[in-house]
């Protein structure tokens, strides 16, 4: 039985994969509406036409707000659980209603260490993307997104944190604090690769970023010196157009195989499907913007897509 919020991401990723898919190759016989809706940034749509969806755009550099709402929600839920495993705190019956009502669920999908594990990567993410979009990347100021965009950024990082630690012991049914289930076999053969997977995609995410910035940026004093498009090169960039893109796929892929629930199974097709689609999106306006693009490159998965 599907719950609200597999509904509405498993919604998500098909709007998206089909929207896009509509977009990639029939372009020229979809409303102007629905192509300035889903693209932004770079490769926003920049004819005329639905110039009422103007009202309902937003600079992109909000998306800071994503980082800054995710951070301290996880750090927050992250502490609350912590409290409740190591210092017997109950957890409030508010909270266990709340959880009720969004994931249904009312067996543990999860062990305990999966959880604190899985919601300790999240906050280390969280806290790296937000240093990032307020001291690290340059938005150009013309870009915008839509409204949309934005709510479903904030809805993403709830979910996921709530899927995160709702389907834990304790936080969904009525468990005897004595009989949880701390750890089992998977997660404890799974959890140091993953962890070491995550930090790694993490890291690697990071350098792609600051390459972006450095495009903008004066390589002597740092300062922006131009909101220019330009060609990224070096590390990941070689093989693929989006190594950002990519990093995001794989830091899901672990938290998927930490939190192996049917919720969580549905914000990863989101995540997949918003990813590879605008991926996409991004390889073709580089190579409609640069003649000199490097063919070699595939869109987000190396020599495949």
Known sequence: ??????????????????????????????????????????????????????????????????????????????????????????????????????????????????????????????????YETYYLQVFAKSSKMNLSHYLVGIAHYFACIVAAVGQAPLFCGHQNREKIIWTDTRTTLVSVPCILIFLWACNEQYQTNIIFANLRRDKKTGKIVTEDHKIPNGRLFERVSSPHRLCEVILYTVLLILIPTKTFFCIYLWVLSNQIQTAIQAHEWYKKSFKDYPVNRAAIIPALL
């Open 1 to 130: 039985m599907l719950n609200i919020l597999d509904l509405i991401f498993l919604g998500l990723a098909f709007m998206v994969t089909f929207t896009g898919f509509l977009i990639n190759n029939f372009e020229k016989h979809v409303p102007v509406f629905i192509i300035k809706g889903y693209r932004y940034g770079s490769f926003a749509y920049r004819g005329s036409g639905a110039t009422y969806l103007q009202m309902i755009e937003i600079p992109k550099a909000y998306y800071r707000h994503f980082y800054s709402f995710s951070s301290v929600f996880c750090v927050a839920t992250l502490t609350y659980t912590i409290l409740v495993y190591f210092f017997n705190l109950n957890v409030s019956s508010l909270i266990v209603f709340m959880l009720r009502i969004l994931l249904e669920q009312d067996e543990p999908g999860v062990c305990v260490t999966a959880a604190v594990i899985a919601l300790s990567l999240l906050a280390v993410q969280c806290a790296r993307r937000c």
